[in-house]
């Protein structure tokens, strides 16, 4: 078993030199995300993707998780678009420091400062978040069909990412709605007992100033999506705002999480997944 964090382009060549190697590959990269036959994993939102696993000659096989901002949003929407189905989605992310890595801007440029622009950021968030609550059907992801629009900011903050989410959801659900169908929310499996599992993946908070990065980040050690402020919104039904942990549940505790599950499902003996 190996967990990849490698920069793009280098995971790119690399990680299917691994597979083909015959390792199970946990990968927090971009490179390979968005292949049809490569599962997008969150586990308590499309654990069933595992499916699409199509292992190499040796065994070897690839699984990524998604990138740090689409991980809380398509986490904390997922059992919305469960219960209701999400037609449009807009969201602006205010995004921390630790999520631009070794390479992110320094510290003068953010000193007095937000940058409204994020390499490839958009797009991602615009398309992952399609193929996560996509449903699997004869042994390929259709893709969920939301028409999702999203604006990436650069902020002062060092980990935690805040994101302003809308949406319009069928039968234009209550905010009170919105708001059981989150709480009520365990995910997929929650029975297996993953060591990085939070109790709750989804913590509902009442306070109007609530979430906020310095306060609510490590909440469910860092694995919990915490939303709060879900109200009516005159343009498009209903919004709310949500903070994922970056660099924990949006990179190394979702990859750690994602090989607890390929363990808990039997995936990790040899052969197991061919
Ligand atoms: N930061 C986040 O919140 C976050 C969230 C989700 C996903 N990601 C993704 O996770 C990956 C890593 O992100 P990061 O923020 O940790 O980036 P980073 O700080 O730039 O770290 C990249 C790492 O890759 C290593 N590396 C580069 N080329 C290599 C090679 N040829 N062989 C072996 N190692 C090599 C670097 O080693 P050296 O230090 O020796 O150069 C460095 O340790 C990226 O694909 C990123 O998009 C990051």
Do not use: W, Y
């Not at 190697?21 to 490569?38: K, L, P, Q, T």
């Not at 807009?90 to 510290?107: C, F, N």
């Amino acid at each position: 078993l190996l967990f990849s964090a490698l920069d793009s382009p280098v995971a790119h060549d690399l990680e299917p030199a691994l597979v083909e190697a015959g390792f199970a590959v946990v990968s927090n990269s971009s490179a390979h995300r968005e292949a049809s036959d490569i599962p997008l994993v969150i586990p308590e939102v499309n654990a069933d993707h595992l499916a699409l696993l199509s292992p190499a000659a040796a065994g070897g096989f690839l699984v990524t998780n998604p990138n740090c901002s689409v991980t809380g949003l398509a986490l904390a929407v997922a059992p919305l678009h469960r219960r209701f189905g999400i037609r449009r989605l807009v969201v602006a992310t205010l995004q921390s420091v630790s999520g631009a890595g070794a390479s992110g801007p320094r510290a003068m440029e953010l000193v007095d400062n937000v940058v409204p622009f994020i390499d490839g950021e958009e797009p991602k968030l615009e398309s992952e978040l399609n193929k996560i609550l996509g449903r699997l059907e004869g042994g390929r992801v259709s893709r969920a069909g939301i028409r999702a629009s999203a604006h990436c900011h650069r902020v002062a903050t060092l980990d935690g990412h805040l994101e302003a989410v809308s949406m319009e959801l069928d039968g234009n659900p209550s905010p009170e709605e919105v708001r059981g169908t989150l709480e009520e929310f365990r995910g997929d499996v929650c029975d297996l007992g993953l060591p990085s599992a939070p109790e709750r993946p989804i913590v509902v908070l009442d306070a109007p100033d609530r979430p906020q990065p310095r306060l609510d980040r490590d909440c469910g050690d860092g694995m919990t999506v915490v939303v709060g402020r879900i109200r009516s919104c005159p343009a498009l039904g209903v919004k709310l705002e949500l903070l994922s942990h970056n660099a924990v549940r949006g990179a190394a505790g979702g990859t750690l999480l994602n090989a607890e599950l390929l363990a808990a499902r039997g995936l990790l003996t040899e052969g197991a997944a061919a």
